[in-house]
């Protein structure tokens, strides 16, 4: 690695280490008292000034809400980050993010709930989100069930889209999804998926060594859309395509060429 990697490594695990006893006294604050905002701000804290460590600019658009459930298209680890600069969420994430060194560790400690990959066995979790959805957390998760280059958009997938539909929201059938579009602004004009590990060749860390390397950086834009209300789909597939469409849009709408 460059001397400019080493040392953005060096900065973010000694901001790291000072940071976690308190955020683990925000972990045991939640499990007694439910109060989440120390760890709301020791992430939200931590991922800004890793980003702006390692040189990624990010930027919101439009209106972030107070929904219950948070979905948008996959392109990188970055994604994480730039998402918890603003947002107070958990993640679903597959179960073999969990087995990655470090990075394992960091999303455990995120409190990120992990599902299988094939199936994303979206039911046989399900208690565990709505646990979750119980305590007034909201939910994170990216319907893709993949990443991209960002250039495209895949079909979602409806699986979790499920919860919205199950115990906590049964009576009532209120609450909402609101969709994000993620879009990045590559540093390399001929390389504009510079920031995805889509590639068979780009493994997590590979990925991660590239970006930490690179000394010009580009930017990452989280776009907010309208939050869709549960009642309005009758069920998790047309509340997924409905959240599809919107995320489709917003990538390729002509006012999100930043």
């Known amino acids: 690695m460059s001397s400019i990697a080493i040392l953005r490594v060096a900065v973010v695990f000694a901001l790291t280490i000072t940071l976690m006893p308190m955020y683990l006294l925000g972990l045991a604050l939640d499990f007694l008292f439910g109060q989440?905002?120390?760890i709301l701000l020791i992430k939200k804290f931590w991922s800004r000034a890793v980003m702006k460590i390692i040189g990624i600019e990010w930027e919101l658009v439009g209106l972030k809400s107070e929904a219950h459930v948070f979905?948008?298209?996959?392109?990188s680890w970055i994604d994480i980050l730039a998402i918890n600069c603003i947002l107070d969420v958990v993640f679903i994430a597959k179960k073999e993010v969990r087995s990655w060194p470090g990075l394992g560790v960091l999303a455990t400690l995120g409190q990120t709930i992990f599902i299988e990959r094939k199936s994303l066995n979206a039911l046989s979790h399900k208690s565990a989100v709505e646990e979750c959805l119980k305590k007034g957390q909201s939910i994170f998760f990216f319907p893709e069930g993949t990443s991209t280059d960002g250039s495209v958009i895949k079909q979602f997938k409806s699986s979790l889209f499920?919860?919205?539909y199950g115990e906590t929201f049964k009576e009532k059938i209120l609450g909402s999804v609101q969709p994000l579009t993620i879009i990045y602004k590559s540093p390399i004009e001929n390389d504009p998926g510079f920031y995805s590990f889509w590639r068979e060749e780009d493994?997590?860390?590979?990925?991660?060594?590239?970006?930490?390397?690179?000394?010009?950086?580009?930017?990452?834009?989280?776009?907010?859309?309208?939050?869709?209300?549960?009642?309005?789909?009758?069920?998790?597939?047309h509340l997924?395509?409905?959240?599809?469409?919107?995320?489709?849009?917003?990538l390729v709408s002509p006012g999100n060429s930043f």
């Open 71 to 75: 979905v948008s298209n996959h392109i």
């Open 162 to 164: 499920e919860v919205c």
């Open 203 to 237: 493994t997590i860390f590979e990925n991660i060594k590239k970006v930490i390397n690179k000394l010009g950086q580009g930017r990452v834009h989280l776009v907010f859309h309208k939050p869709i209300e549960f009642n309005k789909c009758k069920d998790r597939k």
């Open 36 to 38: 989440r905002v120390v």
């Open 240 to 250: 997924s395509y409905a959240c599809y469409e919107a995320v489709k849009n917003g």
